[in-house]
Nanobody, 123 residues
């Protein structure tokens, strides 16, 4: 059983930074790819960034240059460093995992999900 738990969300001003964390239990990063998604009420869940089992990353164009995905294999933690936050970044952020060698930014690809952490950016 793979269990994911996000943390690090909060309320910030535009231009500030946040770092989200996703504690993972039940699998190793050698076999699973992981990703961050976000969702605004009434809208579809959208991919933000992904990292495959080999460490190759994918970042959505909307956050490229501002968001960085990384992982600490020794602690089994996935991170999302978010800089220069904008009001459009306000959403519930979720981490996801799948036993795979690829990390597409497609929600249906992932089996395992955390409960989410809220990010609110005020302009």
């Amino acid at each position: 059983l793979v269990v994911l738990q996000e943390s690090g969300g909060g309320s910030v001003q535009a231009g500030e930074s946040l770092r989200l964390s996703c504690q993972v239990t039940g699998h190793t990063y050698r076999t699973h790819s992981m990703a961050w998604f976000r969702q605004v009420p009434g809208q579809q869940r959208v991919g933000v960034a992904g990292i495959d089992a080999d460490g190759t990353t994918t970042v959505a164009d909307s956050v490229k240059g501002r968001f960085t995905i990384s992982k600490d294999n020794t602690k089994n933690i996935l991170y999302l460093e978010m800089d220069s936050l904008e009001s459009a970044d306000s959403a519930m952020y979720y981490c996801a995992a799948e036993r795979s060698n690829s990390a597409p930014l497609i929600p249906d690809f992932y089996t395992y999900w955390g409960p989410g952490t809220q990010v609110t950016v005020s302009s």
